[in-house]
T-cell receptor, first 113, second 112 residues
């Protein structure tokens, strides 16, 4: 079984809809991250969490919110989706003793019409 | 302003030859650099890293070189194999900031 899973893998939605992307991990890592990737660009950090009670904004947090329900679960919400949020979204985890090596989920492809 | 740049969107190399992927950065506070590899429909996977106190790190067929004065690093793959065909991302971080800053990636194609 995969160590980092994301659901759904693909989602098409309409402008103005609320969307939640979910991430679960079995690696036992405290640190979790949400990234988005746009064509021709690198990954951009949306939010990160160093433990259940610690949530931090990344480079591009506007229009997004997150919830860390447990050590193993970190969800990303788009409160009112807009077309320029169409992108590939990745969840990642890392061990604080080796924080720079991040382990990624397979990604969620989100299309906002 | 992109702090980490990979100026070659794609690179084509003959199987068995050396692949050299390049990455430039602008932030002198970066002290740790990583390379990730990504296959289609999968998330990136860690490949190799280097600390700013070193100028070279080797792991099997993969070697990363760091030139701090030029703010440049490169990934060498020798010999290149078909399974190396993927997108390679360069990323950097500063000890004072846990965020990774990513380049746009280089698509490596290994020709048979």
């Amino acid at each position: 079984d995969a160590d980092v899973t994301q659901t759904p893998r693909n989602r098409i939605t309409k402008t103005g809809k609320r969307i939640m992307l979910e991430c679960s991990q079995t690696k036992g890592h405290d640190r979790m991250y949400w990234y988005r990737q746009d064509p021709g660009l690198g990954l951009q950090l949306i939010y990160y969490s160093f433990d259940v009670k610690d949530i931090n904004k990344g480079e591009i947090s506007d229009g997004y919110s997150v919830s860390r329900q447990a050590q193993a679960k970190f969800s990303l919400s788009l409160e009112s989706a807009i077309p320029n949020q169409t992108a590939l979204y990745f969840c990642a985890t890392s061990d604080p003793r080796d924080y720079d090596e991040q382990f990624f989920g397979p990604g969620t492809r989100l299309t906002v019409l | 302003d992109q702090q980490v740049k990979q100026n070659s969107p794609s690179l084509s190399v003959q199987e068995g030859r050396i692949s050299i992927l390049n990455c430039d950065y602008t932030n002198s506070m970066f002290d740790y650099f990583l390379w990730y590899k990504k296959y289609p429909a999968e998330g990136p996977t860690f490949l190799i890293s280097i600390s700013s106190i070193k100028d070279k790190n080797e792991d099997g067929r993969f070697t990363v070189f760091l030139n701090k004065s030029a703010k440049h690093l490169s990934l060498h793959i020798v010999p290149s194999q078909p399974g190396d065909s993927a997108v390679y991302f360069c990323a950097a971080s500063a000890e004072s900031n846990y965020q990774l800053i990513w380049g746009a990636g280089t698509k490596l194609i290994i020709k048979p």
